[in-house]
Nanobody, 125 residues
Framework: QVQLVESGGGLVQAGGSLRLSCAAS????????VGWFRQAPGQERDFVAA????????YYADSVKGRFTISRDNAKNTVYLQMNSLKPEDTAVYYC??????????????????WGQGTQVTVSS
């Protein structure tokens, strides 16, 4: 089993920054992808960003490209999501997830077997 724990959420004004962390523990995999998703009230869970196990490949939703940066520290088993220039529409619960198979379909929630509990991000205008 894998446990994922997100942290770093909070309340920030528009234009501000936050850094989310996703700490993984438990079983390890050799070729996995970690993704960040977000879900606003009454809406579906949407893809935000993903990173390959090596960190050499990163992927972003168009809505966050240029503002968010995903990175990882394998020594700490932690993936980060640096969020800059935040907007009120970024308000959501943010989840990290792990795909143990390194699927090409990194934007799909169904590709991920393990999920964290989520962390709330609120951006005020």
């Amino acid at each position: 089993q894998v446990q994922l724990v997100e942290s770093g959420g909070g309340l920030v004004q528009a234009g501000g920054s936050l850094r989310l962390s996703c700490a993984a523990s438990g079983r390890t995999f050799s070729n996995y992808v970690v993704g960040w998703f977000r879900q606003a009230p009454g809406q579906e869970r949407d893809f935000v960003a993903a990173i390959s196990w090596s960190g050499r490949r990163t992927y972003y939703a168009d809505s966050v490209k240029g503002r968010f940066t995903i990175s990882r520290d394998n020594a700490k088993n932690t993936v980060y999501l640096q969020m800059n220039s935040l907007k009120p529409e970024d308000t959501a619960v943010y989840y990290c997830a792990l795909d143990p198979n390194g699927s090409y379909y990194y934007k799909r929630t169904g590709s991920y077997d393990y999920w964290g509990q989520g962390t709330q991000v609120t951006v005020s205008s």
